[in-house]
């Protein structure tokens, strides 16, 4: 959402893809309310209530996209779901569950832009997601949920090698510290995890600025946030 405000503030097309039709108990917000954040920042948005598991949702959201706006320019990859069971507690059903909405739904719906984006003057695909970074730290403490972080970025890393000639960018973008949201809140401890926790708005500085770069000259990154904007200049990250 907050990626969505930063690129409403210069009137952009935005298309969503989300399944929270009606309030969640423990999350804030439906795709109803989000488009309503959207349209009084300053964009075009249009809510599509569907799932990215369901191929056929996939296809329908990219040709109501490009009925809607005329083309495709962007394609965010940033649904995921979190478990961080060792791999003795992670249920079956949770671990298919990664694999399906993280590595498989940003496979899927990144393939079916791609007809749209080979037609734009600056086509981005960009993952939130991970540098593979395969120390034990990080793919032992949670094997289940690495391997479908780490699955988001092979899959954006392969795409960027496969559709360079197109000129289409893939990179991935994941931030150095935690960032507060819902998902923040709920899995990761609570108010002290919060605390320490940048805004999300930072997430959208960063994406801003990746996204607005000529597609052909940074592509097949995994990229750091703060890394991002200090490169843009920025030096004072108190806010």
Not at 158 to 169: H, S, V
């Amino acid at each position: 959402l907050a990626i969505a405000l930063r690129a409403a503030a210069d009137g952009a097309n935005i298309a969503l893809l989300a399944k929270t039709d009606t309030p969640h108990p423990k999350l804030e917000g439906t795709i109803h309310t989000a488009a309503e954040q959207i349209r009084a920042a300053g964009g075009n948005v249009l809510p599509i209530v569907g799932d990215v598991r369901d191929d056929d949702d996939v296809t329908e959201a990219v040709i109501k996209t490009q009925g809607e706006f005329d083309g495709i320019d962007i394609v965010i990859n940033n649904a995921s779901v979190i478990d961080l069971s060792g791999s003795v507690d992670l249920a079956a059903k949770k671990y298919d569950l990664m694999q399906d909405v993280n590595v498989r739904g940003t496979f899927m719906l990144s393939r079916a832009a791609i007809p749209q984006l080979r037609e734009s003057a600056n086509p981005h695909i960009l993952s939130l997601s991970p540098p593979l970074n395969t120390t034990p730290k990080w793919l032992g403490a949670h094997t289940g949920y690495s391997l479908a972080k780490f699955g988001m970025t092979m899959v954006t890393l392969g795409l960027a090698a496969e559709f360079g000639d197109d000129g289409i960018a893939a990179n991935t973008l994941w931030p150095r510290t935690t960032i507060a949201t819902a998902a923040v809140q709920n899995v990761l401890g609570g108010d002290r995890i919060m605390a320490a926790s940048r805004t999300p708005e930072i997430y959208a500085d960063a994406a801003y600025a990746v996204l607005t770069k000529p597609a052909r000259e940074l592509t097949g990154q995994t990229l750091i946030v703060e890394d991002v904007l200090e490169a843009e200049g920025v030096t004072d990250f108190s806010r």
